[in-house]
């Protein structure tokens, strides 16, 4: 019997005040794998990233993850998705190690891996300071190694935006991580910049207002 698609999005359109934000959308991937989900700016990248975690509902269609749906159980989905996206917030007053540690015991995700991950972006360099010191980009860092390290118990990786803020060193360094992720895992960027993990992904997926325009390979 075929295994259970990880991500599965069926004519999902989404609404938000006037404007159709998703217009259609269909695709499975099954895993492990990665796929690249790509468009210009106000493409529907963010808001499908969104729709796919539960943070928004779907105005019509539906979306499984793992087979689960995302609008209806938000909580279980997002313990089975390691995600950072843009835009989310990060407690102020709270030290990057404390959020850190608090994520560790919410998501029951090893310490070790927690410190893996962050040395990796490195995160640990300021992480002893209050978040609200933090420039856009130490924020991004310590967003990103958190997903990271909860890709180590979560069947899916989403990163929205992962790139941007990054200088061209750590782009690479997270690059790798991706492509040795996504040997076990559904492993998700949405993205306008390439890097070779997105030149090496099982399928690409091109966004324009809100529609599928091109879909190559399979994941």
């Known amino acids: 019997m075929p295994r259970q698609p990880l991500l599965l999005v069926e004519d999902v359109w989404k609404k938000l005040g006037n404007d159709w934000a998703v217009r ?89 891996s927690i410190e893996e991950a962050a040395r990796l972006m490195g995160a640990t360099r300021y992480w002893h300071r209050r978040i609200y010191t933090y420039s856009m980009g130490m924020r991004k860092r310590l967003q990103l190694a958190l997903a990271l390290a909860a890709a180590s118990t979560a069947p899916v990786l989403l990163l929205d935006e992962p790139y941007t803020l990054l200088d061209r060193e750590t782009r690479e360094i997270l690059a790798g991580k991706l492509v040795e992720l996504s040997q076990h895992k559904l492993a998700i960027t949405i993205t306008h910049i390439t890097t070779r993990a997105e030149e090496s992904a099982e399928a690409t997926i091109i966004l324009e207002q809100g529609r599928i325009t091109s879909m190559q390979g399979e994941c």
């Open 24 to 112: 259609g959308v269909t695709f499975t991937c099954r895993g492990p794998g990665l796929l690249s989900l790509r468009g210009p700016n106000g493409s529907g990248k963010s808001t499908l990233a969104r729709l796919i975690l539960g943070i928004h509902a779907p105005t019509r269609g539906r979306i499984l993850v793992d087979g689960v749906d995302p609008s209806r159980r938000p909580r279980e989905v997002q313990l089975r998705v390691a995600s950072a996206v843009e835009g989310s917030w990060l407690p102020p007053h709270a030290k990057g190690v404390e959020l850190a540690r608090e994520y560790s015991r919410a998501r029951t995700i090893s310490w070790e």
